[in-house]
């Protein structure tokens, strides 16, 4: 079924919000009208609904996120379609959810932070809108940013900043955080961005000064990267033979760990000539293309999406 709405199969998406690699993703999830599909990543729902406009009657599809706003749009979705079926919670308990048992013919991963949680100041997730200092995308689950910040010895905060941000200056970061909460708790978007701009001078690049500090710390806060590495594990215990796996990765981070995760059920290892005995290998994965970036026309339209990277890989039958 294909009712209403833009045309899938030619790479339109629906009007009402233009996802990220829209067409990419459709062409690499390679849609069966009666399969099982599962979008880890729901946001505003324009990938899901590309799939949902290729299904039949008798196809399915999961939807789960972390943030209770997109649930509920998701819920309004499953009210109005019998075939759509909505969990809240991390895609790295897909597995766990028994609506996956059967197996599923396409994983979708959509990683980072979806445009609402970065427009919306009360989120916490921008340094260019002041606001609370949250950046939880499950906002009732963990510590704030702020409860994390005003706690976390120094050491911790500089080794989030560099493992999780790349900072060069996490160490001066970090000491500077530590030395403000003393004074007076962080608890404002902004005052967290102004403290970092005073202590790193805004260089020759358009890049703030807490660009990297602020996804640091929304990466830790959200177990981003162990969520994901959990993740792609659980798709791969119930995708089943000839089913995709699709991940959009917004920063190298995401992206090495989606990489490496590909090609280490993809290709052999290099043969190691210490190895008395050379180990048997078989690929469970067959990758897809190779990795996938938005087009000129897409960056015209969405900037957001310069970053975004896309990878695709397909279950091979079990040996």
Do not use: C
């Not at 709405?5 to 062409?27: K, T």
């Not at 028994?98 to 100041?121: F, I, N, R």
């Not at 200056?169 to 005073?198: F, G, N, Y």
């Amino acid at each position: 079924m294909n009712a209403g709405g833009a045309d899938i199969r030619s790479g339109h998406p629906p009007a009402a919000h233009v996802p990220v690699l829209f067409a990419e993703v459709m062409e690499g999830l390679a849609v069966k009208v009666d399969g099982t599909y599962l979008d880890g990543t729901f946001g505003r729902g324009g990938h899901a609904r590309g799939v949902l406009r290729q299904l039949g009657p008798e196809g399915r599809l999961l939807v789960m996120d972390k943030d209770p706003d997109a649930i509920a749009t998701a819920g309004a979705l499953a009210e109005a379609d019998a075939r759509v079926v909505v969990r809240r919670g991390s895609f790295a308990q897909l597995a766990d959810w028994p609506a996956t048992a059967g197996g599923l013919d396409g994983v979708l991963l959509d990683l980072g932070v979806s445009s609402p949680q970065l427009d919306v100041a009360e989120r916490g997730f921008s340094f260019g809108k002041d606001g609370p200092l949250d950046m939880r995308m499950d906002p009732e689950t963990g510590e704030s940013a702020a409860q994390w910040l005003a706690h976390a010895p120094e050491r911790e905060i500089a080794d989030v900043l560099w493992h999780h941000g790349e900072e060069r200056q996490s160490r001066r970061i970090a000491r500077a955080i530590v030395a403000r909460r003393a004074q007076e708790p962080l608890l404002r978007t902004a005052q967290l961005a102004e403290l970092i701009a005073s202590v790193i001078p805004r260089g020759a690049g358009k890049i703030h000064p807490a660009t990297r500090s602020f996804q640091a710390i929304r990466i830790h806060i959200n177990r981003e990267l162990a969520d994901l590495e959990a993740g792609l594990d659980a798709a791969m215990a119930r995708l089943k033979p000839g089913g995709r796996l699709a991940v959009i990765s917004f920063h190298s981070l995401e992206d090495r760990i989606v990489k490496q995760f590909l090609a280490g059920h993809a290709k052999a290892p290099p043969a190691n000539r210490r190895m008395p005995v050379e180990v048997a290998f078989t690929p469970r994965l067959r990758l897809v293309g190779g990795a996938q970036k938005a087009g000129e026309a897409e960056l015209a339209a969405n900037p957001r999406a310069r970053s975004a990277v896309l990878r695709v890989a397909e279950r091979l039958e079990a040996a």
